[in-house]
């Protein structure tokens, strides 16, 4: 009886040592499965980020241009806007330098009456 336990021992540790090999062998092959992968894949793929910055420059090319037209619209709504002020108050100031010349001329014309009267006061034989 010692003699199967010798036997079944020494199988059972043959066994065992064949094992262990086949699992290391197991093991090395997983590991070069995965590097092959990981070689075989290129760096991180990213031409879906690229395709997207791509389209978000155009849009704000886009809203950049359409932004500008509206601010030149603008720009030029406010100078024609400023244009007819500016027409405006130069209808009124030559208004009010035409009425200050007629009352210049009131003035002159009523200094010249006041002379009049001052001269006709002085002279005693209108008297």
Do not use: C
């Not at 197991?26 to 793929?45: I, K, M, P, Q």
């Not at 208004?95 to 009523?110: P, Q």
């Amino acid at each position: 009886m010692p003699e199967i336990f010798n036997k079944l021992s020494s199988y059972a540790a043959l066994i065992g040592v064949i094992g262990a090999i086949g699992g290391g062998f197991y093991a090395w092959g997983e590991f070069n499965t995965r590097l092959s992968a990981l070689e075989g894949v290129s760096s991180t793929d990213l031409s879906g980020v690229h395709t997207e910055i791509k389209e978000l420059r155009e849009k704000l090319d886009i809203k950049t241009q359409e932004l500008q037209s509206e601010m030149n619209g603008n720009f030029i709504e406010l100078l024609d806007m400023q244009a007819a002020d500016n027409n405006e108050l130069q209808d009124k100031v030559d208004t009010i330098s035409k009425d200050i010349a007629i009352n210049n001329a009131a003035i002159e014309y009523l200094d010249a009456k006041i002379e009049e009267l001052k001269a006709a006061q002085n002279n005693p034989l209108l008297n």
